[in-house]
């Protein structure tokens, strides 16, 4: 159906066309979910980011079907008069801009802290002051460590659903001290979404709250020295993609022990359309968009990984395919980690009736198949250029 046209809402009534403000455009899920809007509904999109090599594609002018739909505006929300004009322009406002790499929270707590609150204070503002609805992009580190995790080791109660499965609206959300510095960012989105959900409360701001757990597809971060910072550490799937790549062995910090719970960024691209198009559904509501069925620990996704990626690169295994690390060698001094990221459906399903539907060896080959194809070659210069004495 071209654009989307004759589309209906959950509660059958006709989809009216809209204008959507996206902060962070340019990024993964940014560059996703305007691919989903381009192509399948008749929405408009005002792109705010810094960047915008991941949208490329969706600009060319006159040469696709959407020209004028969608416009970029290259603006750091930091400090750029614009923002509030752009988000006045348009019926909503989704909010993706964030500093959300584990390896930053450490080395750079001022700016991860910065960018997850402080920076996004204008936009919450600008929202409620002019009426428009804000759809918030949250992060599943709010929840922190599980209630489990502070029982002895080998408690049954550790195994009891209650100690870990993440509920929305009855979980704690439980940090370590304040010397562990990796929860910089989760605290800072906490405060960030305590905020939203008060402008909700005293002053009437339409808002959903988006707690992710770890979507993962093509376009996911960078691979350092390719198309990222030589230096810098991105998240898992793009750090263990690096060392396939490179046949290098996966590093496992502190033995891989953590559990995650990883979901297909077009799964969860659709559940974002859900939200933007059933707004009665889902104001005032925060959702985790995430997979319950796709749990592994950190050292099985390592695994899965080493076999996948022999499959879709035709290259055997290296010999010793992972190596531990310690936690301070990997991320220097400060990090502390949540042990497991479980999250309840519940209240998504019975809003807006969504299920993901991708199982992790699909969504696996898939992006590794996009990592092979558009990093191999790339990588293969890289490594075989002479080193100059």
Known sequence: MAN???????????????TICMIGA???????????????????VLALDVYNDKIKHLLEPDTVQWAGRIQFHRINIKHDSRLEGLIKMADLTINLAAICTPADYNTRPLDTI?????DALPVVKYCSENNKR??????????????????????????DPEFYVLREDVSPCIFGSIEKQRWSYACAKQLIERLVYAEGAENGLEFTIVRPFNWIGPRMDFIPGIDGPSEGVPRVLACFSNNLLRREPLKLVDGGESQRTFIYIKDAIEAVLLMIENPERANGHIFNVG????????????????EVYAKVSGETAIESPTIDVSSKEFYGEGYDDSDKRIPDMTIINRQLGWNPKTSLWDLLESTLTYQHTTYAEAIKKATSKPVAS
């Open 4 to 18: 989307g046209a004759g589309r209906l809402d959950l509660d059958g009534r006709p989809i009216k066309p809209i």
């Open 26 to 44: 340019g990024g993964f899920i940014g560059s996703h979910l305007c691919e989903k809007l381009m192509t399948e509904t008749p929405h408009n």
């Open 114 to 118: 910065y960018s997850n609150f402080i």
């Open 134 to 159: 804000l759809i918030h992009f949250s992060t599943c580190e709010v929840y922190g460590k599980t209630i489990g995790s502070f029982l002895p080791k080998d408690h049954p109660l550790r195994q």
């Open 291 to 306: 997979n319950p069925d796709n749990e592994v620990t950190v050292r099985q996704l390592a695994e899965m990984m080493t």
